[in-house]
């Protein structure tokens, strides 16, 4: 019996303050769940550190776009692990979830640059979830993810995981 491949390992890095981004990291968790070839791991951005980000075989980015950028915890997991990961991780495959208030395309751009430069290899156009959300109240408020757009990040991480297993990317 040929002994089996070892298993990849995808690490889903979040950031939710109003639990949207959250939602939409645990449905591409879910997702990805679904490929027994694949590792999944899902960590808050405070706590990812550099030895997560080397480990990993590829990632999926989430944040909440916030005042027409990443989100600072989310900035913070970059500034932190950046360096350390360079040239280290080239020619990994990611893909970026955003939960948007109006817009979220500047807070995915930041993240494309950050991968640029990192030499990751996006997989899919960022996915942004737009709730709307304009006023002060409702911009603090806690967001309820709908179901289609759910399906959707859970696609995502099943997509992302399936072609790591296959090595595809």
């Not at 027409?68 to 950046?82: L, P």
């Not at 991780?89 to 995915?108: H, K, Q």
């Not at 990751?120 to 002060?136: D, S």
Request: some cysteine; overall charge neutral.
């Amino acid at each position: 019996m040929p002994e089996a491949l070892p298993k990849k390992t995808l690490l889903i890095v979040y950031h939710s303050m109003t639990g949207g981004a959250r939602q939409m990291a645990e449905a591409a968790r879910d997702g990805a769940a679904t490929e027994t070839a694949v590792r999944v791991h899902l960590k808050h951005a405070s706590e990812t550190r550099a030895d997560d980000v080397l480990a990993a075989d590829g990632f999926i980015f989430v944040c909440p776009e916030n005042l027409a950028g990443i989100s600072g915890q989310m900035k913070d997991f970059f500034d932190r692990c950046y360096y350390p990961a360079l040239d280290r991780i080239n020619g990994r495959p990611y893909s970026t979830l955003i939960c948007a208030g109006s817009d979220g395309g500047n807070a995915a751009r930041q993240i494309a640059r950050i991968a640029t430069g990192w030499r990751l290899k996006a997989v899919a156009e960022p996915l942004i979830v737009c709730t709307h959300a304009q006023t002060p109240e409702a911009i603090l408020a806690p967001k309820r993810i709908g179901q289609e757009e759910l399906e959707a990040c859970r696609s995502l991480g099943a997509s992302l995981a399936c072609g790591m297993a296959l090595g595809v990317f």
